[in-house]
């Protein structure tokens, strides 16, 4: 497989990115219907999407989607340089699905559909997404699924008349027996496609693994083999494979969570979102939004600290928050993330530890960050003998990583102050402050 690297490109520091589609896999030709397309693709060379497909992904909810980051914070905003979109990502993980079941369309259709209900910076607004709809994306995909069958012309609904949409649904949020499991489950074609995608994109390494070599081997386990958590398997010849896809993931996700530089902005950008919905800023429709609008909305929220924390995330790494007090905690201890949960909660927590250190509520943030980065392997077979299994010892359990953000501006001895306040109220929770490389911060 040819991976070309990725180019940079100018991007202004302090624009957010437009919503205009981008020009990579999700881009060109996107309002066709009635006929089959082939779409550049930086790691496939090339999607080919079947006409049925075409008119699914021609439907606003799915166009949409090329206005949404791969990443949560905006990976223009991140990497300077133009970045792939969940509609790029969701073209890949039909490609995968094409490729490894040809024959299995309704799959192919609920790969398409696997992300449509993401809001606006991903994964980012999941929290509040859960709050106002008690759903998560994978659930509101699968709502969103009669939107697309509504905004279909009359000509696209008779070429699809065979879909059945309640299975596709099912199949989004990981039932429908092990074929559920390929599009959610703890190897699958989402995260085959996001991880490769996203290094590359990225410029953080060269993807280690084939993510077509790896879903070819993705199987569903035979019913009276399958287990509530164990419902796929990898055939031998893909072990070095999986092994490949894991370390990649921990080598991104090491990126997404122990450095400070993206989780700054993640913070910054969750925190204005709390914020901006505590009071009562951001319209119902706001999960149907590109992260274009969204930024815009932010942007220009009365809200002084809604609209500060926006104005430094668009300004780039040199306005960030900076992290002033880590620590552990193990993940058996719940008191943290109770205190954590709801939005409101989150941000009296952080006006509390604000005011004791003579700062203003907006300049504090914390993170707390349960890394995800190992990730069990499904079983592998025995080369040569069908239907016995090698099982991978399960993932550790992650500590709960606390991060404590203050404004850059902020003066030495409220830092002091803010640390402290910290370590009261965390520490007696069961949290262990790691060691900080100098007064000033992290």
Same mark, same amino acid.
């Given at each position: 497989?040819?991976?070309?690297?990725?180019?940079?490109?100018? /991007? @202004?520091?302090?624009?957010?990115?437009?919503?205009?589609?981008?020009?990579?896999?999700?881009?060109?030709?996107?309002?066709?219907? #009635?006929? *089959?397309?082939?779409?550049?693709?930086?790691?496939?060379?090339? &999607?080919?999407?079947?006409?049925?497909?075409?008119?699914?992904?021609?439907?606003?909810?799915?166009?949409?989607?090329?206005?949404? *980051?791969?990443?949560?914070?905006?990976?223009?905003?991140?990497?300077?340089?133009?970045?792939?979109?969940?509609?790029?990502?969701?073209?890949?993980?039909?490609?995968?699905?094409? !490729?490894?079941?040809?024959?299995?369309?309704?799959? /192919?259709?609920?790969?398409?559909?696997?992300?449509?209900?993401?809001?606006?910076?991903?994964?980012?607004?999941?929290?509040?997404?859960?709050?106002?709809?008690?759903?998560?994306?994978?659930?509101?995909?699968?709502?969103?699924?009669?939107?697309?069958?509504?905004?279909?012309?009359?000509?696209?609904?008779?070429?699809?008349?065979?879909? +059945?949409?309640?299975? &596709?649904?099912?199949?989004?949020?990981?039932?429908?027996?092990?074929?559920?499991?390929?599009?959610?489950?703890?190897?699958?074609?989402?995260?085959? +496609?996001?991880?490769?995608?996203?290094?590359?994109? *990225?410029?953080?390494?060269?993807?280690?693994? +084939?993510? /077509?070599?790896?879903? =070819?081997?993705?199987?569903?386990?035979?019913?009276? =083999?399958?287990?509530?958590?164990?419902?796929?398997?990898?055939?031998?010849?893909?072990?070095?494979?999986?092994?490949?896809?894991?370390?990649?993931?921990?080598?991104?996700?090491?990126?997404?969570?122990?450095? @400070?530089?993206? !989780?700054?902005?993640?913070?910054? $950008?969750?925190? %204005?979102?709390?914020?901006?919905?505590? %009071?009562?800023?951001?319209?119902?429709?706001?999960? +149907?939004?590109?992260?274009?609008?969204?930024?815009?909305?932010?942007?220009?929220?009365?809200?002084?600290?809604?609209?500060?924390?926006?104005?430094?995330?668009?300004?780039?790494?040199?306005?960030?928050?900076?992290?002033?007090?880590?620590?552990?905690?193990?993940?058996?201890?719940?008191?943290?993330?109770?205190?954590?949960? @709801?939005?409101?909660?989150?941000?009296?927590?952080?006006?509390?530890?604000?005011?004791?250190?003579?700062?203003?509520? @907006?300049?504090?943030?914390?993170?707390?960050?349960?890394?995800?980065? /190992?990730?069990?392997?499904?079983?592998?077979?025995?080369?040569?003998?069908? #239907?016995?299994?090698?099982?991978?010892?399960?993932? $550790?359990?992650?500590? =709960?990583?606390?991060? &404590?953000?203050?404004?850059?501006?902020?003066?030495?001895?409220?830092?002091?102050?803010?640390?402290?306040?910290?370590?009261?109220?965390?520490?007696?929770?069961?949290?262990?402050?790691?060691?900080?490389?100098?007064?000033?911060?992290?």
């Amino acid at each position: 497989m040819t991976r070309p690297q990725a180019q940079d490109a100018p /991007q @202004h520091a302090d624009m957010p990115p437009d919503d205009r589609p981008r020009r990579a896999a999700g881009s060109g030709g996107l309002g066709r219907t #009635g006929r *089959s397309l082939v779409l550049p693709d930086p790691l496939y060379g090339g &999607v080919r999407v079947a006409a049925w497909a075409a008119a699914l992904i021609a439907t606003p909810p799915f166009r949409r989607l090329a206005g949404v *980051s791969l990443s949560d914070v905006p990976g223009e905003l991140l990497f300077g340089r133009p970045f792939p979109s969940r509609l790029d990502h969701t073209l890949g993980v039909y490609c995968l699905a094409r !490729l490894a079941r040809p024959h299995d369309r309704t799959l /192919q259709a609920a790969a398409l559909a696997h992300d449509l209900g993401h809001g606006p910076f991903s994964h980012l607004t999941e929290p509040l997404m859960r709050e106002r709809l008690g759903l998560d994306h994978e659930q509101r995909s699968a709502r969103l699924l009669d939107d697309v069958r509504d905004a279909l012309s009359d000509g696209a609904r008779r070429q699809l008349a065979w879909l +059945d949409w309640d299975e &596709v649904a099912a199949l989004v949020i990981g039932r429908v027996d092990g074929r559920g499991a390929l599009l959610n489950g703890p190897v699958d074609y989402d995260n085959a +496609d996001n991880v490769a995608r996203f290094l590359l994109a *990225s410029g953080l390494a060269q993807p280690s693994y +084939d993510p /077509q070599a790896l879903t =070819r081997a993705l199987r569903p386990l035979p019913p009276e =083999r399958a287990t509530a958590t164990e419902r796929t398997y990898l055939q031998a010849a893909a072990e070095g494979a999986a092994l490949a896809w894991r370390a990649d993931r921990e080598r991104l996700y090491h990126f997404l969570h122990d450095g @400070h530089r993206n !989780l700054a902005a993640h913070a910054m $950008l969750r925190k %204005a979102i709390d914020l901006a919905a505590v %009071a009562d800023l951001l319209s119902p429709d706001v999960f +149907d939004l590109t992260d274009a609008a969204a930024l815009r909305l932010l942007r220009a929220a009365p809200d002084r600290g809604v609209r500060a924390l926006t104005e430094r995330v668009l300004a780039g790494e040199r306005r960030h928050y900076r992290c002033v007090w880590e620590a552990q905690a193990p993940a058996s201890v719940r008191a943290i993330p109770e205190l954590l949960r @709801h939005t409101r909660e989150r941000l009296a927590l952080e006006k509390r530890l604000a005011g004791e250190s003579a700062l203003l509520p @907006h300049e504090v943030i914390v993170e707390a960050i349960v890394s995800r980065a /190992q990730r069990s392997l499904p079983p592998i077979e025995q080369p040569g003998r069908p #239907g016995a299994y090698i099982r991978t010892p399960p993932a $550790l359990p992650a500590p =709960r990583v606390i991060h &404590v953000f203050a404004a850059p501006d902020a003066a030495p001895d409220y830092i002091h102050r803010l640390r402290l306040a910290a370590e009261r109220l965390f520490v007696p929770l069961g949290a262990s402050p790691v060691a900080d490389d100098a007064e000033g911060g992290m």
